[in-house]
């Protein structure tokens, strides 16, 4: 069993930055690939950033690639996403995501409860 807490957001505005951060318990967080998701009201959630088991290989989906930078550290089992030149339609509630086939990125089997992240205009 793994447990992913999320910390980090808040409100920020438009072009500014926030660093989101996520927790997981036990110890077999290495074993994991960990993705990053969002999810607007009235929207479905959406895979943003994914990164490897090693951290070797990381995906961004077109909406926030060349802004957010997804990283890893093992020794720590966390996880974070760098968001910078944030927008309004950022604005989410942000959760992480562990242990899915890559490719597979909604089969995850541990989510975290969510951090919001809210980008005034």
């Known amino acids: 069993q793994v447990q992913l807490v999320e910390s980090g957001g808040g409100l920020v505005q438009v072009g500014g930055s926030l660093r989101l951060s996520c927790a997981a318990s036990?110890?077999?967080?290495?074993?994991?690939?960990m993705g990053w998701f969002r999810q607007a009201p009235g929207k479905e959630r959406q895979v943003v950033a994914a990164i490897s088991r090693s951290g070797g290989t990381t995906l961004y989906w077109d909406s926030v690639k060349g802004r957010f930078t997804i990283s890893r550290d093992n020794a720590k089992n966390a996880v974070y996403l760098q968001m910078n030149s944030l927008k309004p339609e950022d604005t989410a509630v942000y959760y992480c995501a562990a242990d899915f086939t890559w490719g597979s990125w909604y089969n995850a089997g541990y989510w975290g409860q969510g951090t919001q992240v809210t980008v005034s205009s």
């Open positions: 036990g110890n077999t967080f290495s074993t994991y690939h």
